[in-house]
């Protein structure tokens, strides 16, 4: 009888209670730091008030933000594959505390830019990342459902720090809002990184597909992704102020915001256990289709309820792309190294991110409106649907199955 090596003995298995911690975990730290960076645009008619910008200039915020949380994940994703992500938690737990403190004590706008697109931009980059990476490796069988659930912790961010945030500041101003969330990221996410279990070694048989990952395939992945990048982060900054301008009062404005939140935990939730089942592509171009469709709904909204229905299609759309993303890079191109895989394709996101906001922000200003602007988003969007068109649903030879692999 042939004994299994000792450390696959002793390390928890796939599918296991422990991996579901690692679940529960990753949604616990994901629903605080993109509650948190997500919430901006409750914040946003305050500071630009205060510090006398534009659209264009308080867009670039989020814009800026979003270029280090996401861009440097091109870091912490070969990084999380080493050391795990437990350390990288407690590491942006104390980056985002320190980035909020430094806004809210900023007196100059390029101090406010320098203190909250470093610290919430480094902090949020070891979280998403590295947590999605660890709950990928963890689980063979339900890995699309366990994803999806991971991830909907982003979508209750939303949904829970939106709102609460216009709440927030209509009592106690837009500052202290960011000491009561600086005080929060500092205990939670650290406490999270402490508990967080380290994933197993990946499958060997994973190793040969990292050879080709950077071939035709993976440029076109990468190209949809920075197309589609560019539209999705423009509602989280500017339909709250679009909304006002439409007569709207701030709190009803900020709660289309966490409508997209509550809808994208459904979208993950729904589209993350479809794609344990069905044609991850076919789900993935079906993501990618229902957020271009959503900026027409937006372009073309004339009330309160159609945006709302705009931030559910959107919402949807989205929950169901961020579940599948990571499933999608397994599925192509395999396990081993997959932080590292998860972090070069959110450099596409972080270019995306921080371009899309900022420009139409600069659109808004020079237009005087947001229609010719939402026109052009939707284009861009089937620019992104296109891209995809070309990827073939099958691994790259040399790949394990998501539904064959071995434990760790």
Same mark, same amino acid.
């Given at each position: 009888m042939t004994l299994r090596p000792r450390q696959h003995q002793d390390a928890p298995s796939l599918d296991s209670p422990t991996a579901w911690l690692a679940c529960g975990l990753s949604l616990v730290a994901l629903f605080v730091a993109f509650g948190i960076a997500y919430s901006y645009g409750a914040f946003f008619s305050s500071m630009a008030q205060e510090f006398?910008?534009?659209?264009?200039?308080?867009? &670039?915020?989020?814009?800026?933000t979003a270029l280090l949380f996401f861009g440097l994940s091109g870091v912490t994703g070969p990084l999380s594959d080493r050391i795990g992500p437990g350390p990288l938690l407690v590491a942006g737990g104390l980056f985002i505390a320190a980035g909020l403190v430094g806004t809210a004590r900023a007196g100059e706008l390029w101090q406010a830019y320098l203190a909250y697109g470093l610290g919430v931009g480094i902090g949020a980059s070891c979280v998403f990342v590295p947590v999605v990476a660890a709950v990928g490796r963890w689980f063979a069988r339900r890995r699309s459902m366990a994803l999806g659930i991971a991830v909907s912790g982003i979508g209750l961010g939303v949904l829970g720090f939106a709102p609460l945030s216009a709440w927030l500041i209509e009592l106690h101003g837009w500052r202290s809002t960011y000491y009561f969330y600086a005080l929060a990221a500092a205990v939670i996410l650290p406490l999270a990184g402490i508990l967080f279990p380290r994933p197993g070694r990946a499958p060997d048989g994973t190793h040969a597909a990292t050879t080709r990952w950077g071939g035709r395939r993976f440029a076109q992945l990468y190209l949809a992704t920075f197309l589609l990048n560019t539209i999705l982060y423009v509602p989280f900054v500017h339909l709250p102020p679009a909304a006002e301008a439409g007569?709207?009062?701030? $709190?009803?404005?900020?709660? $289309?915001?966490?409508?997209?939140? &509550?809808?994208?935990?459904? *979208?993950?939730?729904?589209?993350?256990? &479809? *794609?344990d089942r069905y044609s991850l592509m076919h789900l993935y171009r079906g993501c990618f289709a229902l957020i271009t469709l959503s900026f027409l709904i937006w372009g073309t909204a004339g009330s309160y309820a159609a945006l709302m229905l705009f931030a559910v299609v959107l919402g949807f759309g989205y929950g169901g792309y961020i579940a599948l993303t990571p499933a999608i890079l397994a599925r192509l191109f395999g396990l081993y190294s997959l932080g590292r895989l998860l972090g070069m394709t959110y450099t596409a996101v972080a270019l995306g991110a921080a371009l899309g906001p900022v420009l139409t922000g600069l659109g808004v200003d020079l237009t005087g409106g947001y229609l010719m602007i939402l026109i052009a988003l939707h284009l861009v969007g089937l620019l992104a649907v296109l891209a995809t068109l070309p990827i073939r649903d099958e691994p790259v030879t040399g790949t394990t199955h998501p539904q064959r692999d071995s434990d760790p």
């Open positions: 006398g910008t534009r659209h264009g200039g308080s867009a &670039l915020f989020f814009s800026a007569g709207i009062d701030p $709190l009803r404005a900020a709660g $289309l915001v966490g409508i997209i939140g &509550l809808a994208s935990v459904v *979208g993950r939730l729904a589209i993350g256990m &479809l *794609g």
